[in-house]
């Protein structure tokens, strides 16, 4: 490429110097950045190699290089470092393609023929195009591990398919100690996914040691419409572009508000701006404004002092503690489901709530104490851990629960356990009275005292059942609302985070077809999602016997956002945006249950 732009442009090199004029190639790239590329290479290198037969290879070595450099520093500007940079031209160049090869042969995973053993019905037994005579080729088993036909690793003319190179490169991830790999493709690569895992297998690599997330495509979008960009014609949008223009943390929380499987518009508009509109900056300014309060009362002496939950009466400082208690068990949560947008939406539910306890509660006052255990409280908020719930699981917290409510207690600790090496006193506390034992031993314990237990008379559940349908980034949200109405004996149910497309539509139709209550969540998924889901919704609970006893729609999170512009007889809207508004989702469950 810059060997075609040097000539294109009349041998634009540095140092001077001139070689014939001659157009730019039509299939060529016409992108201003291998300009760039053609001033940085050596002058006299570059027109020594202008004048051999390999001088393209000399070009697009330099050209790889420059650009893989520039990629390099972007991503390090962004906040991603790579440990390894691995290139396809050292699998080919080190021998480890033919050495793959040779592996899968010795384990008996290939046969050579002109057909595959194993092909999937209705699809012609044959490798190559239809229509091209059939010619010998290696084959691999891989339909002995779930694929649905084998596999091609070698052609009739000797070079590998892109399967084999594959396969080297997760052999040699395995060979450097690498237990689990995770790999991020493209949605074109979704039928990838079981002839690859299958291969691996035939290599005998674990059957868990591939994980593909599959990562969708993201646009972006100004004035409402997509920004144009074009391969061929070199015109596109650089993650450095988009760091100078929104900043890398507005970048990134954009990013993340999405799950990697769904679709992503990311609206530089709303990137741009510096209100409580944009997602990024009402999280930061969240933030800043609890660094403010902290600075202002560690001018009048006040630092974070050790408080006790029962320090916390108001509705707004209990709701806020009790988000900043789940905060492990999300970010738990979300790296075992390989799902990082759950953090970007706890943390626009926290910013929430902090500002609905900021407007309710004075946190610096003449109560000393109080003033201590707000601040206390404020810390944690920042990303300080509270004093009184150890990161460890929360025990004490639990443990009170558990006193208060006259809960039985068993606790356990293994007997390895040295309490000395336990800081917290709370927490030593609570071990001492523990029953040091193994865990087989505890199980029984515990079996026996629930039989011992008398039984507790439970509330009579409604048989009430609400859908609450959300799309794929506002899951948690809807988990939330969930747990939240089931406190009011409701039974509820959300989509299916994994499945079929399938499998999907039919739950989907399923609980439309039977829930007394629709509830949509209307947090960070698009006005136009919502909309379909109401269309879709009501078509399908048209052609119920009973109709739908509640219809609402659960607004959270940012707290501005785009009209539905929809006006639906009885639709309710359960208006949530600054935060948990316990009053409008009693009028829903009101609504419900008559």
Same mark, same amino acid.
């Given at each position: 490429?810059?060997?075609?732009?040097?000539?294109?442009?009349?041998?634009?090199?540095?140092?001077?110097?001139?070689?014939?004029?001659?157009?730019?190639?039509?299939?060529?790239?016409?992108?201003?950045?291998?300009?760039?590329?053609?001033?940085?290479?050596?002058?006299?290198?570059?027109?020594?190699?202008?004048?051999?037969?390999?001088?393209?290879?000399?070009?697009?070595?330099?050209?790889?290089?420059?650009?893989?450099?520039?990629?390099?520093?972007?991503?390090?500007?962004?906040?991603?470092?790579?440990?390894?940079?691995?290139?396809?031209? $050292?699998?080919?160049?080190?021998?480890?393609?033919?050495?793959?090869?040779?592996?899968?042969?010795?384990?008996?995973?290939?046969?050579?023929?002109?057909?595959?053993?194993?092909?999937?019905?209705?699809?012609?037994?044959?490798?190559?195009?239809?229509?091209?005579?059939? $010619?010998?080729?290696?084959?691999?088993?891989?339909?002995?591990?779930?694929?649905?036909?084998?596999?091609?690793?070698?052609?009739?003319?000797?070079?590998?398919?892109?399967?084999?190179?594959?396969?080297?490169?997760?052999?040699?991830?395995?060979?450097?100690?690498?237990?689990?790999?995770?790999?991020?493709?493209?949605?074109?690569?979704?039928?990838?996914?079981?002839?690859?895992?299958?291969?691996?297998?035939?290599?005998?690599?674990?059957?868990?040691?591939?994980?593909?997330?599959?990562?969708?495509?993201?646009?972006?979008?100004?004035?409402?419409?997509?920004?144009?960009?074009?391969?061929?014609?070199?015109?596109?949008?650089?993650?450095?572009?988009?760091?100078?223009?929104?900043?890398?943390?507005?970048?990134?929380?954009?990013?993340?508000?999405?799950?990697?499987?769904?679709?992503?518009?990311?609206?530089?508009?709303?990137?741009?701006?510096?209100?409580?509109?944009?997602?990024?900056?009402?999280?930061?300014?969240?933030?800043?404004?609890?660094?403010?309060?902290?600075?202002?009362?560690?001018?009048?002496?006040?630092?974070?002092?050790?408080?006790?939950?029962?320090?916390?009466?108001?509705?707004?400082?209990?709701?806020?503690?009790?988000?900043?208690?789940?905060?492990?068990?999300?970010?738990?949560?979300?790296?075992?489901?390989?799902?990082?947008?759950?953090?970007?939406?706890?943390?626009?539910?926290?910013?929430?709530?902090?500002?609905?306890?900021?407007?309710?509660?004075?946190?610096?006052?003449?109560?000393?104490?109080?003033?201590?255990?707000?601040?206390?409280?404020?810390?944690?908020?920042?990303?300080?851990?509270?004093?009184?719930?150890?990161?460890?699981?929360?025990?004490?917290?639990?443990?009170?629960?558990?006193?208060?409510?006259?809960?039985?207690?068993?606790?356990?600790?293994?007997?390895?356990?040295?309490?000395?090496?336990?800081?917290?006193?709370?927490?030593?506390?609570?071990?001492?009275?523990?029953?040091?034992?193994?865990?087989?031993?505890?199980?029984?314990?515990?079996? $026996?005292?629930?039989?011992?237990?008398?039984?507790?008379?439970?509330?009579?559940?409604?048989?009430?059942?609400?859908?609450?349908?959300?799309?794929?980034?506002?899951?948690?949200?809807?988990?939330?609302?969930?747990?939240?109405?089931?406190?009011?004996?409701?039974?509820?149910?959300?989509?299916?985070?994994?499945?079929?497309?399938?499998?999907?539509?039919?739950?989907?139709?399923?609980?439309?077809?039977?829930?007394?209550?629709?509830?949509?969540?209307?947090?960070?998924?698009?006005?136009?999602?919502?909309?379909?889901?109401?269309?879709?919704?009501?078509?399908?609970?048209?052609?119920?016997?009973?109709?739908?006893?509640?219809?609402?729609?659960? $607004?959270?999170?940012?707290?501005?956002?785009?009209?539905?512009?929809?006006?639906?007889?009885?639709?309710?809207?359960?208006?949530?945006?600054?935060?948990?508004?316990?009053?409008?989702?009693?009028?829903?469950?009101?609504?419900?249950?008559?």
């Amino acid at each position: 490429m810059a060997a075609e732009q040097a000539e294109g442009r009349g041998g634009e090199l540095p140092g001077g110097g001139a070689v014939a004029e001659r157009p730019l190639p039509a299939e060529g790239y016409r992108g201003a950045y291998l300009s760039d590329i053609a001033r940085e290479l050596p002058p006299d290198q570059a027109r020594a190699a202008l004048g051999r037969e390999d001088g393209m290879a000399w070009f697009r070595a330099q050209a790889l290089d420059r650009v893989l450099a520039w990629q390099q520093r972007d991503l390090a500007a962004y906040g991603g470092v790579f440990s390894r940079w691995f290139r396809e031209s $050292e699998i080919h160049g080190s021998g480890a393609v033919d050495q793959t090869l040779d592996e899968l042969e010795a384990r008996g995973m290939t046969y050579r023929a002109v057909r595959p053993e194993v092909a999937a019905e209705g699809r012609a037994p044959n490798w190559q195009e239809t229509g091209d005579p059939l $010619e010998e080729a290696t084959f691999l088993r891989t339909a002995q591990f779930g694929d649905d036909q084998d596999r091609v690793v070698r052609k009739s003319d000797g070079s590998p398919t892109y399967l084999l190179p594959d396969i080297a490169y997760h052999r040699d991830k395995r060979a450097r100690g690498f237990r689990h790999a995770i790999d991020l493709w493209g949605p074109d690569h979704h039928g990838y996914v079981p002839r690859m895992k299958a291969a691996l297998q035939a290599l005998g690599l674990e059957p868990d040691f591939l994980e593909v997330l599959i990562v969708q495509q993201v646009n972006l979008m100004s004035g409402g419409q997509p920004v144009k960009m074009s391969k061929r014609a070199g015109e596109f949008v650089t993650l450095r572009d988009l760091m100078e223009d929104v900043g890398a943390d507005c970048a990134k929380f954009f990013f993340l508000m999405r799950s990697t499987g769904a679709h992503l518009d990311f609206d530089l508009d709303l990137a741009r701006r510096q209100n409580d509109e944009n997602p990024a900056y009402y999280v930061q300014y969240a933030h800043a404004r609890i660094a403010s309060v902290l600075r202002f009362a560690a001018e009048r002496g006040l630092e974070p002092g050790a408080g006790e939950a029962s320090d916390y009466d108001a509705a707004e400082e209990q709701t806020l503690l009790r988000k900043l208690a789940a905060f492990p068990e999300i970010v738990r949560g979300a790296a075992l489901a390989r799902e990082p947008h759950r953090i970007p939406t706890y943390l626009m539910e926290t910013a929430a709530e902090f500002h609905r306890f900021y407007h309710a509660c004075r946190v610096v006052t003449e109560d000393l104490a109080r003033s201590r255990a707000y601040v206390q409280l404020l810390s944690a908020s920042r990303g300080r851990e509270l004093d009184f719930v150890p990161a460890a699981r929360h025990p004490k917290l639990q443990y009170d629960v558990a006193v208060a409510a006259g809960t039985p207690r068993l606790i356990w600790r293994d007997r390895a356990l040295d309490l000395d090496t336990v800081r917290d006193p709370d927490h030593r506390a609570v071990l001492e009275t523990a029953r040091a034992c193994g865990m087989e031993e505890f199980k029984r314990a515990v079996l $026996e005292e629930a039989r011992r237990a008398p039984e507790v008379a439970r509330p009579k559940r409604s048989s009430v059942m609400v859908f609450v349908n959300a799309d794929s980034q506002d899951l948690p949200l809807a988990q939330n609302v969930a747990n939240m109405l089931s406190q009011h004996h409701v039974e509820c149910y959300w989509p299916l985070a994994n499945g079929t497309p399938e499998d999907v539509r039919r739950d989907l139709e399923e609980n439309l077809s039977n829930c007394d209550g629709l509830l949509l969540i209307y947090g960070t998924s698009s006005a136009q999602w919502v909309r379909t889901q109401l269309r879709q919704g009501r078509k399908i609970m048209s052609q119920r016997e009973r109709p739908l006893a509640a219809l609402a729609v659960f $607004e959270g999170p940012p707290v501005t956002k785009e009209d539905l512009a929809v006006a639906i007889p009885d639709l309710l809207t359960v208006n949530c945006r600054n935060g948990w508004d316990e009053s409008a989702l009693g009028r829903f469950v009101a609504t419900l249950q008559k």
